[in-house]
């Protein structure tokens, strides 16, 4: 048996093709045998008003397309420039290594993938702009 495994929280809610769903009062886990099916942890989730960064927007492409809010093609055009843009900047092997992870998870059409990595970068981000701000 192969697929995505879920570990569910109880009460946590996940995003799958589009229905969100509702964990019960117990720990749970679920198998989603379906290829390419469209999930995205809530609690991973950004708020379209907390995005206010390059890495940020990169992520939330991810998660549109994740959403099936995007379409694909489209979409891993614009993530894949972004994370060639982003390589300009972070330059140390671990964010190098990172961004070469999204990147390759990308063509592969590995969105949440791409997406948990991209997410690592944001507090690197932050203090890198909090370093350049006056």
């Not at 929280?9 to 198998?31: C, K, T, W």
């Not at 942890?41 to 379209?48: Q, T, V």
């Not at 390059?54 to 420039?81: H, N």
Request: proline letters at 4%; aromatic letters at 6%.
């Amino acid at each position: 048996m192969t697929g995505l495994i879920l570990k569910l929280a109880p009460g946590e809610r996940v995003l799958v093709n589009g229905a969100i769903i509702e964990n019960g009062d117990r720990r749970s886990r679920i198998s989603i045998l379906t290829p390419k099916a469209n999930i995205l942890r809530l609690r991973d989730a950004i708020h379209p008003e907390s995005v206010d960064s390059p890495v940020s927007r990169i992520c939330y492409i991810c998660q549109l397309v994740l959403t099936g809010d995007a379409v694909e093609g489209e979409g891993r055009r614009q993530i894949l420039y972004g994370i060639e843009k982003l390589s300009q900047v972070f330059c140390d092997p671990d964010s190098s290594n990172l961004l070469a992870f999204a990147s390759n998870a990308i063509i592969e059409g590995n969105y949440y993938a791409a997406f948990r990595s991209l997410r690592s970068l944001i507090a690197r981000e932050s203090r890198l702009m909090a370093i350049g701000a006056p």
